[in-house]
T-cell receptor, first 112, second 114 residues
């Protein structure tokens, strides 16, 4: 069966360190993989998209990698800040479809 | 600033009531979506629409219907609300024809069915 797995346990890190979040998938062939940020009680906000033929994408302090062999995406936040504390969701889009399938998200807590 | 708005942030209804959740976007997007989000289950797609008067079932359409009479407005209807429909409901929109298909979400409606 199809599965998207994100670490259900919260990730706690110290301010200034790099946070790395993982998204693994099974039985998907995603054309695109997206990352969203969600704050408590709010809707998700789009952060980054990476295509199947791209290995890495960067935007300011954010970096996403996509390994279709390992069926995994890593999401990095460098020089993390307490304001980065939120839940981060990955979402897959398979070729030919326009609906996203979301992972359950990983909560990130950045301590001062 | 692009916007997706939802009619209520919080709603309390009784079992058996008919419930309407409204979503409006000002971005002229073709695609609109309704999700529900529950702890431990994540975001699940209820219905979506590619155009006016068009609708497609998502992963969990049972107990819900939708209406899209105008491009900017997408309504989710609970014909007879039940307690297991207590949830956070999120509306989203995206432009068609764009390869990115990034979705823009509204703030959500937290529905409680008593």
């Amino acid at each position: 069966s199809q599965k998207i797995e994100q670490n259900s346990e919260a990730l706690n890190i110290q301010e200034g360190k790099t946070a790395t979040l993982t998204c693994n998938y099974t039985n998907y062939s995603p054309a695109y993989l997206q990352w969203y940020r969600q704050d408590p009680g709010r809707g998700p906000v789009f952060l980054l998209l990476i295509r199947e033929n791209e290995k890495e994408k960067r935007k300011e302090r954010l970096k996403v990698t996509f390994d279709t062999t390992l069926k995994q995406s890593l999401f990095h936040i460098t020089a993390s800040q307490p304001a980065d504390s939120a839940t981060y969701l990955c979402a897959l889009l398979e070729g030919g479809y326009s609906t996203l399938t979301f992972g359950k998200g990983t909560m990130l807590l950045v301590s001062p | 600033d692009v916007k997706v708005t939802q009619s209520s942030r919080y709603l309390v209804k009784r079992t058996g009531e008919k419930v309407f959740l409204e979503c409006v976007q000002d971005m002229d997007h073709e695609n609109m979506f309704w999700y529900r989000q529950d702890p431990g289950l994540g975001l699940r797609l209820i219905y979506f629409s590619y155009d006016v008067k068009m609708k497609e079932k998502g992963d969990i359409p049972e107990g819900y219907s939708v209406s899209r009479e105008k491009k900017e407005r997408f309504s989710l209807i609970l014909e007879s609300a039940s307690t297991n429909q207590t949830s956070m409901y999120l509306c989203a929109s995206s432009p068609s024809g764009r390869a990115s298909y990034e979705q823009f979400f509204g703030p959500g409606t937290r529905l409680t069915v008593l």
